[in-house]
């Protein structure tokens, strides 16, 4: 089985700092994970996918993320948030005999001028 | 990259009546499509998993007579809300496997319905 964890359902950020979402999963096999964002009454943007290629992720906008089978975390970060980064953003999980995706619960940016 | 159409972005109706979802792969062919549930400020809810040509897997304590999904081409999927109640109001999403090089999910931009 596959959930994933997201930590923190509102993140607060000036314009200009870091971004750090955080994500832990849990699944029986290798995971494939995944971030989205989605803006309100709009459905999900694919910002970036872990495949099991590359540890370290580079998505859209400037977002990347790290896979770390270790701590079971796929973190999102972008290292200067801009005021169009303010939206909800998901991390899902996908794997095994499973074809669909197994959500958190989401984590509202803020970005503060 | 692959894109889902999906219609309408909103819709009121009253209840007792029914409503119908659309969501269609532009330019590719969705052998599989999955519908979401969302509500306010929630994370996405799984509710059916449709295959082209049969029938739509519903998840536990969705009502399969309530919500009829058909897939019967593999560029259309519909979800129809029947006999809807307020309770029923939400945001609805649809959402495609794709496959091939650049595998993954791609979703439509959503329905909210309100039922009055």
């Known amino acids: 089985a596959q959930s994933v964890t997201q930590l923190g359902s509102h993140v607060s950020v000036s314009e200009g700092a870091l971004v750090l979402l955080r994500c832990n999963y849990s699944s029986s096999v290798p995971p494939y994970l995944f971030w989205y964002v989605q803006y309100p009454n709009q459905g999900l943007q694919l910002l970036l996918k872990y495949t099991s290629a590359a540890t370290l992720v580079k998505g859209i906008n400037g977002f990347e993320a790290e896979f770390k089978k270790s701590e079971t975390s796929f973190h999102l970060t972008k290292p200067s948030a801009h005021m169009s980064d303010a939206a909800e953003y998901f991390c899902?999980?996908?794997?095994?005999?499973?074809?669909?995706?197994?959500f958190g619960t989401g984590t509202r940016l803020t970005v503060i001028p | 990259g692959a894109v889902v159409s999906q219609h309408p972005s909103r819709v009121i109706c009253k209840s007792g009546t029914s409503v119908k979802i659309e969501c269609r792969s532009l330019?590719?062919?969705?052998?599989?499509m999955f519908w979401y549930r969302q509500f306010p400020k929630q994370s996405l809810m799984l509710m059916a998993t449709s295959n082209e040509g049969s029938k739509a897997t519903y998840e536990q304590g969705v009502e399969k007579d309530k919500f009829l999904i058909n897939h019967a081409s593999l560029t259309l999927s519909t979800l129809t809300v029947t006999s809807a109640h307020p309770e029923d109001s939400s945001f609805y999403i649809c959402?495609?496997?794709?496959?091939?090089?650049?595998?993954?999910?791609?979703f439509g931009s959503g329905t909210r319905l309100t039922v009055v």
């Open positions: 899902a999980v996908s794997g095994g005999g499973a074809n669909n995706l197994f």
């Open positions: 330019d590719f062919q969705a052998t599989t």
């Open positions: 959402s495609a496997r794709v496959s091939g090089g650049e595998w993954g999910y791609t």
